[in-house]
């Protein structure tokens, strides 16, 4: 695989976890990311709050694609693919 692929491909997948853990840090009142994903595990939320938080990605693949780094913006793309397949199988399941 080409390094730029795997480079897109881990920002890809760090970059929503990275999302939520900002997002829960400065715009809730509960500053704990674990006790909020024990919330959303807890409320069956879980694959809303992981389809919001891969909206990120959108953002740099269009990003890359910008900057005509098309193989990085290739791995975003398979990374937000293996989000899609995670949170379908958690919505289903």
Same mark, same amino acid.
């Given at each position: 695989?080409?390094?730029?692929?795997?480079? %897109?491909? @881990?920002?890809?997948? @760090?970059?929503?976890?990275?999302?939520?853990?900002?997002? /829960?840090?400065?715009?809730?009142?509960?500053?704990?990311?674990? %006790?909020?994903?024990?919330?959303?595990?807890?409320?069956?939320? &879980? +694959?809303?709050?992981? +389809? &919001? +938080?891969?909206?990120?990605?959108?953002?740099?693949?269009?990003?890359? /694609?910008?900057?005509?780094?098309?193989?990085?913006?290739? %791995?975003?793309? &398979?990374?937000?693919? &293996?989000?899609? @397949?995670? /949170?379908?199988? @958690?919505?289903? +399941?």
């Amino acid at each position: 695989m080409n390094n730029q692929l795997v480079k %897109g491909t @881990i920002i890809g997948l @760090i970059a929503p976890v990275t999302a939520f853990v900002v997002y /829960i840090a400065f715009f809730t009142d509960n500053p704990d990311p674990v %006790g909020v994903y024990r919330q959303l595990v807890q409320m069956d939320l &879980l +694959s809303h709050a992981m +389809s &919001l +938080s891969v909206l990120i990605n959108l953002v740099i693949f269009f990003m890359n /694609i910008k900057t005509r780094r098309d193989q990085e913006a290739r %791995g975003v793309l &398979l990374a937000t693919i &293996l989000y899609g @397949i995670t /949170i379908a199988i @958690i919505r289903f +399941s």
